[in-house]
């Protein structure tokens, strides 16, 4: 049974940073494209970034391009979002998901169960 648990969201001003991670277990990452998605209240869950299974190709939302950085190590089982110079409209549950490719759509496999990411302004 595949799990994916998130950690390191929370509260912060605009402009500060954040790295959330996300351990997986019972799947093996390097055999999986890994993704993150944020759902704000009253909206559709959507697409943030997302790395192909040797981290060589990453993909992000056009809002996110130039702050955010996703990564992987494969090693640890482990894919990390690192969020900067965040804004208010970044606030989110923030989900972690694997699936066998990147699709901007919110179809894929696995998903965790998401941590809060608050930004005060």
């Known amino acids: 049974q595949a799990q994916l648990k998130e950690s390191g969201g929370g509260l912060v001003q605009a402009g500060e940073s954040l790295t959330l991670s996300c351990v997986a277990s019972g799947i093996t990452i390097s055999s999986y494209a890994m993704g993150w998605f944020r759902q704000a209240p009253g909206k559709e869950r959507e697409f943030v970034a997302g790395t192909m299974w040797s981290n060589t190709r990453t993909y992000y939302d056009d809002s996110v391009e130039g702050r955010f950085t996703i990564s992987r190590d494969n090693a640890k089982n482990t894919v990390t979002l690192q969020m900067n110079s965040l804004k208010p409209e970044d606030t989110a549950v923030y989900y972690c998901?694997?699936?066998?490719?990147?699709?901007?759509?919110?179809?894929?496999?696995?998903w965790g169960q998401g941590t809060q990411v608050t930004v005060s302004s």
């Open positions: 998901a694997a699936d066998s490719i990147v699709v901007r759509t919110a179809d894929w496999d696995y």
